[in-house]
């Protein structure tokens, strides 16, 4: 159930309620928005006599949260979240870019494509070191080596980094480096994995399975947030159907859908969900439309000899492109999608 305090609650009567809730055996998650607080209880406890709260005072109202996710639901949080980290802000007016190779592959190459996507607007710079491929034959990542090249391209070029921990010995060594930790597809329900990244504070990219519905997607958010880490980005990357043509299907109905549902960011990554070089722009730019919070494109100079998804990843000069048609929607809808940065100085 969720207690909406007054707008003019005091700390006293937000405490009473807490300790009435824990009094109750509910786990207690608060939630402090921009008029006033909301409290989350959670728990099986059934029968409670909900008055027995909403007579407390500074109570304004008390709703059950009938939807199975609880934390991840606009119920909890009506507010949309903004996910802060450093200058980025993820969630609010922004449409927030990240872009770069499918894998770190070398200094070279990381740092090449991070300086063209950073000239071009992106803020954060993707790059996977540990990579889940269909084929155990197939290349793996350059592991805590391609983290380091990956941190160090970001540095130099004034992004933020993302990149994929694969099971929960690797979370300690991705949040090293890494400003978000991706949760891949094929991870999504890793339930262990899910509970180790509730216990981080690093906001985490929960990409959505391939054949997982909306809701099982938010189920997994909530296994992240039940553990305390409520900065769960979302991430819509397309969809296994029936269709051959594409790799995946991807679903822009899903972004207005999670942020109905969900206060939580929600961003596209056109790339996985078609697999296709030239669909990835015209889905991106109907992600935009549709009201993504966020992009993930991506992007290698030279795509012919990339180790991973070369036939899906964009040259530069269309990420630039992109870039500029995306800031143009982004426009249409109230929404800001900064272009080109300055240049910084050598050695800067
Ligand atoms: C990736 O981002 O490179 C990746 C492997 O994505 P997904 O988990 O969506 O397939
Ligand atoms: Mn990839």
């Known amino acids: 159930m969720v207690v909406v305090m007054k707008e003019d609650a005091t700390r006293e009567q937000i405490q009473n309620v807490i300790a009435r809730l824990m009094e109750e055996n509910f786990d207690v998650h608060q ?6 607080t909301i409290i989350g ?26 939807e199975p996710y609880k934390l991840a639901s606009r119920t909890f949080h009506p507010d949309n979240t903004v996910i802060r980290i450093g200058e ?3 969630g609010g007016d922004e449409v927030v870019v990240m872009a770069g190779p499918c894998s770190v592959e070398s200094e070279e190459q990381i740092d090449r494509i991070a300086a063209e996507v950073s000239r071009a607007g992106a803020k954060i710079l993707r790059g996977g070191a540990f990579k889940p491929r269909t084929s155990p034959y197939s290349f793996q990542g350059l592991g805590e080596e391609g983290l380091r090249l990956l941190r160090e391209a970001a540095d130099r070029h004034g992004l933020l980094a993302v990149s994929e921990g694969m099971d929960r010995s690797k979370i300690d060594v991705v ?23 509730g216990k981080i504070r690093k906001p985490v990219l ?7 519905t909306i809701e099982e997607t938010l189920m997994s958010a909530e296994y992240i947030m039940s553990g305390g880490n409520y900065e769960v980005i979302l991430c ?3 969809i296994r159907t029936f269709e051959q043509y594409t790799r995946n299907t991807m679903d822009i109905s899903a972004i207005p859908v999670f942020q109905k549902l969900s206060h939580l960011p929600v961003i596209a990554d056109p790339s996985h969900g078609t697999g296709i070089r030239d669909k990835v722009a015209p889905l991106a730019r109907a992600a935009v439309a549709a009201g993504a919070n966020g992009l993930m494109i991506e992007v290698h100079h030279e795509p012919e000899c990339a180790l991973s998804d070369g036939a899906q ?3 530069p000069e269309q990420f630039v492109r992109l870039m500029q048609e995306c800031g143009i929607i982004a426009e249409a809808i109230g929404k800001r999608l900064p272009q080109s940065r300055p240049v910084a100085a050598a050695g800067s």
């Open 206 to 212: 929960l990409k959505r399975g391939m054949s997982a």
């Open 175 to 197: 949040a090293e480096y890494a400003d978000i930790l991706q949760v891949g597809a094929r991870n999504m329900q890793n339930y262990d994995l899910l509970r180790e990244l």
């Open 236 to 238: 819509e990357r397309g």
């Open 313 to 315: 990843s964009l040259y």
């Open 31 to 36: 939630s402090t928005g921009v008029s006033r």
């Open 41 to 66: 209880a959670i728990g099986e406890k059934r029968g409670l006599d909900t008055r027995k709260i909403a007579i407390l005072d500074g109570v304004h109202e008390v709703l059950r949260i009938t």
């Open 88 to 90: 980025v802000a993820i």
